[in-house]
C-alpha cells in the first residue's frame, strides 16, 4: 500500500515538474499585440531549427490584413505576403535569454536585434525586446491556446 502511494506522489510529482518546464519555454505559439491599439494582432509560432530559435506568423488576426504584404520591407522580403513570413531569426539560448538574431517589424520594414524570454512571474507571458545600441522597446506577448 505505501508502495502504491510513493508511486503515485512520484508521479505526480513529475507531471508537476514536466508541465511547469513545458510552460517555461519560448517554443510554442505566441499572441501578439499592437502597441497602438491594444488589440490581438498575430500568432507567432517560436520553433528551433538547426540550434537557433525563429519566430514564423502563422495567423493574421484582423480578416482585413490577412493578404497584408512587406511593402516597407528590403531584400527577398520586398512585397512578400506577412502570413507564413519569419519574423524572428538566428536566436540562440544564453541562460534564460534568447538572444544574438533580429526581430523584423514587418509593417515598418525595420529589422532589430532581439531578446526573448518568458516572463519569470508568468510563463504564459514571452517578453520581446527589439533594439538599436542602447534604444530598445519591450513588448509582451501572450501564449496562444
Request: hydrophobic share 35%; net charge negative; aromatic share 12%.
Amino acid at each position: 500500500m505505501k508502495r502504491k502511494i510513493f508511486t503515485g506522489f512520484l508521479f505526480l510529482g513529475l507531471m508537476m515538474f514536466a508541465t511547469n518546464a513545458f510552460s517555461q519555454t519560448v517554443y510554442g505559439k505566441w499572441k501578439t499585440i499592437d502597441d497602438e491599439t491594444g488589440e490581438p494582432k498575430s500568432i507567432v509560432e517560436i520553433y528551433e531549427d538547426g540550434g537557433k530559435v525563429y519566430g514564423k506568423v502563422v495567423e493574421i488576426l484582423n480578416k482585413n490584413k490577412q493578404d497584408a504584404k512587406c511593402t516597407e520591407c528590403e531584400g527577398a522580403k520586398k512585397d512578400a505576403p506577412i502570413l507564413g513570413m519569419v519574423i524572428v531569426e538566428g536566436l540562440e539560448k544564453d541562460g534564460d535569454v534568447y538572444e544574438g538574431g533580429t526581430i523584423l517589424d514587418p509593417n515598418k520594414g525595420k529589422e532589430y536585434r532581439c531578446k526573448l524570454w518568458v516572463d519569470e512571474d508568468n510563463a504564459d507571458k514571452l517578453n520581446v525586446r527589439g533594439y538599436i545600441a542602447f534604444l530598445f522597446r519591450t513588448q509582451e506577448w501572450f501564449r496562444a491556446e
